[in-house]
């Protein structure tokens, strides 16, 4: 996606120095398509290969760890307590590591992406502004939904909640009333961490 961005803005810039030096291209007919696809498509379509590109880069969990105040948040995922919710999921794969944080944090709706985006422009605001407060916590409570949107279908997860599941869908029963605190910051400092074993190192070092 990067070299596809590139070469855009590249040809984007190349058509138009083109453009300026041999104004005489424009009087053609094909010299005015030229000089429409030079000065409008293709600037349109680098800015929309350049949102895309900054847009799928936010779903990283380096982006997230980026801000000084989610860095205790990025410990947690090292845990070697795996009694840790979000250590269990990053540590065996239950979630994809370089994407971890906007798994589990992304509502599983129709516009939940955007809702998620739109939600981290705000952390940006509020992180430059100064406003941090003390103790993060969500928005709203965290339901029921995003667990089931993967867990749901699983031979195992739907074995131990078989009597169960009507509640958890309906959100009369908390997944979090079984597993508790998702990131107990408080504790993390200090804490063990679990160290990835050398094929995870070679992984990625890739």
Known sequence: ???????????????????????????????????????FVLPLASMRAGFNLHFQDTKSVSFCLSCHSMEVYGESLLLADEGH????????????????????HTQYTLFGDMKAKMTGLKHLY????????????????????????????????????????????????????????AHDVANVPGAEKWKPSVQELLRSSR
Do not use: W
């Open 1 to 39: 996606m990067v070299e596809l961005v590139a070469s855009l803005v590249i040809l984007t810039i190349g058509l138009i120095l083109l453009i300026a030096f041999r104004r005489a291209l424009t009087r053609t007919q094909g010299g005015k398509i030229l000089a429409f696809v030079a000065l």
């Open 85 to 104: 919710l979000p250590a269990a999921h990053f540590q065996n794969g239950r979630v994809d590591r370089e994407h971890a944080c906007f798994t589990c």
């Open 126 to 181: 509020v992180h430059y502004t100064g406003q941090t407060p003390d103790k993060i916590e969500l928005y709203s409570p965290y339901l029921n939904r995003e667990c089931l949107y993967c867990h749901t279908g699983g031979r195992r997860f739907e074995d131990l909640h078989e009597h169960d599941m009507a509640s958890l869908v309906n959100n009369e029963i908390s997944c979090m009333d079984c597993h508790g605190k």
